[in-house]
């Protein structure tokens, strides 16, 4: 068997911005030749990689809170991957790892921004769903931006993703009175019921404020928004007085070349002494090891369950993404190389 390492990888470009939803056309995949390896760096070859809905944003020119992906450039984001070559006193050829630059087959990667991922716990593309960052915003988003207690009452949007459906598991295990989730198909919907929610409907059915209402005639206590626009309308009407919104993503006005429209019923914050939080994962990684602990032992135990949606092969990278938009996945959408 040859040692020889990869000169060249694969990867996936941004090949023009999107307007509007994306399309095939805005990637390629391109053969690039890869770096040499300097000290402290390491050489990894990708075993999945992550797609995700913070990504559209990158893709416009416009400043937020990382930068816009560049045109002619690679992409990046959630990778897990083996370490095949290794510069670095810290991570051994052989070792699982997670790291930021996904999109491509082989990574040289500085070995201080690779984490393990132990596979004895679970499989590696856990790590970019449950066990990583996608788990983490679930755990942070609930007990500390939305000030979980036990005995609330919680509603999840976009409940069937990646996030959604680990809140919605993560406040039951923590006691909460009722869950509800909204999603966007029945097999979602049947999907989120198998999974521990006390009630979930498809928000095609109706009005979203009026098949809230219907789950929560008692009202809710926090609110974790994937999804803004009409959901978060919702919300707020059925919202108890001192109730908590934690804003994690609006997905239904990432794609739209038109001005979105905020909720109607904003004035109802002040009366009812309401708290919207919007938050990024970023700022809660000093939450990571409790999460981790907590989510090990959870899985362990058979107590939460994690969804994957596979798509296999690098070339068709685009497409999931694509499709991830559309709502085509049911929990973690993970590209295997």
């Not at 913070?54 to 959630?78: C, E, H, T, W």
């Not at 596979?310 to 938009?325: C, K």
């Amino acid at each position: 068997m040859s040692t020889t390492n990869p000169t060249v990888s694969r990867e996936i470009r941004l090949a023009s911005r999107p307007d509007g939803w994306p399309t095939a056309e805005n990637f390629s995949l391109v053969e690039a030749q890869l770096p040499e390896l300097e000290d402290g760096q390491i050489l990894v070859r990708n075993i999945a990689i992550s797609v995700d809905p913070y990504m559209r944003g990158r893709m416009n020119d416009v400043k937020s809170y990382l930068p816009p992906f560049q045109i002619g450039a690679p992409l990046d984001g959630g990778a897990v991957g083996e370490v095949i070559a290794s510069k670095s006193p810290d991570r051994a050829v052989g070792d699982v790892v997670v790291h930021g630059l996904g999109w491509r087959e082989y990574a040289v990667v500085d070995a201080a921004t690779a984490g393990p991922a132990d596979t004895s716990i679970a499989p590696a593309t856990a790590y970019l769903g449950a066990l990583g960052m996608t788990g983490l915003t679930a755990y942070a988003g609930l007990t500390a931006v939305a000030e979980f207690k036990e005995g609330d009452t919680v509603f999840v949007s976009g409940a069937a993703g990646a996030v959604g459906s680990l809140v919605g598991q993560i406040a039951k295990l923590l006691g909460a009175k009722r869950v509800i989730g909204s999603a966007g198909s029945p097999a979602k919907v049947a999907r989120l019921l198998e999974l521990g929610f006390d009630a979930a409907f498809n928000y095609h059915d109706g009005s979203v404020t009026e098949l809230l209402a219907a789950a929560a005639p008692e009202g809710i206590d926090v609110y974790f928004d994937n999804v803004g626009g009409d959901h978060l309308e919702a919300a707020i009407n059925s919202m108890n007085p001192g109730g908590r919104i934690a804003l994690c993503g609006a997905i239904s006005q990432y794609n739209t070349t038109e001005k979105p429209t905020a909720p109607h019923n904003l004035a109802a914050v002040i009366g009812k002494g309401l708290t919207l939080r919007g938050f990024l994962v970023g700022g809660y990684r000093h939450l990571g090891p409790e999460f981790r602990t907590h989510m090990a032992s959870w899985l362990a135990d058979n107590k939460i369950e994690w969804d994957e949606t596979i798509v296999e092969g690098l070339e068709n990278a685009p497409q999931a993404f694509i499709d991830l938009m559309r709502g085509a996945n049911t929990g973690k959408m993970v590209v295997t190389l």
